[in-house]
């Protein structure tokens, strides 16, 4: 008899321990799934065996298990780039984009121009470039009613073909810098000018979708200055033949800062077809500043330069 009583208690355990052992199981897939459902009970109740009738009974004991709430994953939203996205004003010849920085967003507009002749000047577009970092990292210098547009490469073709003469015109062979309707020629005569290799003013004036594009690109706008940056020595130019009163104001407040040039140096060079002369034509004050030499970029000489361009207005 106490074998029987002592074999019914060891079969009465198991049977609990399993039972425990299936809810433990139960709780784990329930933490592990993220089901957020009631409470679940599980009724305990001993069935003996046919064999074990002499068995005491056994009261049934309620589990109940209360799952813990899945905590959700947030994903945190993707951060907004800090630094301006260029616009792309329209494609080269050979297919590469024009691309404008803009900083502030205030209705007095203003643009910087650098690389016109590519290569050939490639330190004005790596002045383009510090400007485009310095002016990332402090955006404030842009007065709040300002905004300031900065074409970094206006010839990429020859920017890609050469740091030499090569790299002067674009994959058409044209001097963009000769390709404006502002006193256009095709050809022009060369005593005083640039003449290290063959380069012509295109075919007819704006025949250069460069050229076609910045003219779009400024007719869309209101701008009140304009910098086209050059290459290497002569100077600061105003805009217009003769000068108009804006660009030369313009002239003189840079002059003011700086150690290039003013009035420049003048070669003998008859100018055709110029950028800032077409851009005088609109109506804006407009100068070219050449850099002092082929290399360097002059980056603290134009930082001054800048501030004083932000700051300058014509005088009414």
Same mark, same amino acid.
């Given at each position: ?25 139960? %709780?784990?897939?329930?933490?592990? =799934? ?18 074990? @009738? ?22 945190? !939203? *993707? ?25 502030? &967003? ?22 383009? &470039? ?5 002016? +990332? ?5 842009? !007065? ?6 900065? %074409? ?9 073909? *050469? ?7 674009? +994959?058409?062979?044209? #001097? ?37 594009? %910045? ?6 706008? &209101?701008? @009140?200055?304009?910098? =086209? ?13 003769? !000068? ?21 140096? +003048? ?6 077809? @110029? ?5 005088? #034509? $609109?109506?804006?004050?407009?100068? #070219?500043? +050449?850099?002092?030499?082929? $290399? ?10 800048? *501030? ?9």
């Amino acid at each position: 008899m106490s074998t029987r009583k002592s074999l019914s208690r060891i079969v009465l355990l198991l049977w609990i321990a399993a039972v425990l052992a299936v809810g433990l199981i139960a %709780l784990f897939v329930i933490n592990t =799934s993220g089901i957020n459902s009631g409470p679940i009970t599980i009724e305990i109740t001993n069935t003996p065996s046919s064999t074990l @009738q002499s068995s005491p009974s056994v009261t049934s004991i309620p589990l109940t298990i209360t799952p813990v709430p899945s905590t959700p994953t947030t994903i945190p !939203p *993707s951060p907004t780039p800090e630094n301006p996205q260029p616009e792309v004003i329209g494609i080269s010849v050979a297919g590469r984009p024009l691309q404008v920085y803009k900083f502030g &967003d205030g209705p007095i507009e203003k643009m910087i121009v650098a690389g016109i002749h590519g290569g050939y000047e490639w330190n004005t577009i790596v002045l383009a &470039d510090e400007l485009i970092e310095y002016l +990332e990292n402090h955006p404030e210098i842009v !007065p709040p009613e300002q905004t300031l547009y900065l %074409l970094r490469a206006f010839n990429p073709d020859g920017y890609a073909r *050469s740091t030499g003469f090569g790299g002067r015109a674009n +994959e058409n062979n044209v #001097d963009l810098n000769r390709n404006f309707p502002s006193y256009w020629q095709s050809d022009w005569p060369r005593i005083g000018c640039w003449d290290y290799i063959p380069i012509t003013g295109g075919t007819a004036p704006a025949s250069e979708p460069e050229t076609r594009a %910045l003219m779009a690109f400024i007719k869309a706008h &209101d701008f @009140q200055a304009f910098i =086209s940056y050059h290459s290497a020595a002569l100077g600061i130019f105003p805009g217009g033949q003769p !000068p108009d009163p804006g660009s030369l104001s313009l002239a003189e407040s840079i002059a003011a800062v700086c150690d290039y040039p003013y009035p420049p140096i +003048e070669a003998g060079c008859a100018y055709t077809g @110029q950028l800032i002369d077409w851009v005088s #034509d $609109q109506g804006i004050p407009a100068v #070219d500043i +050449e850099l002092t030499n082929h $290399q360097d970029s002059d980056f603290a000489e134009n930082l001054a330069i800048l *501030s004083v361009f932000l700051d300058w207005s014509f005088p009414e």
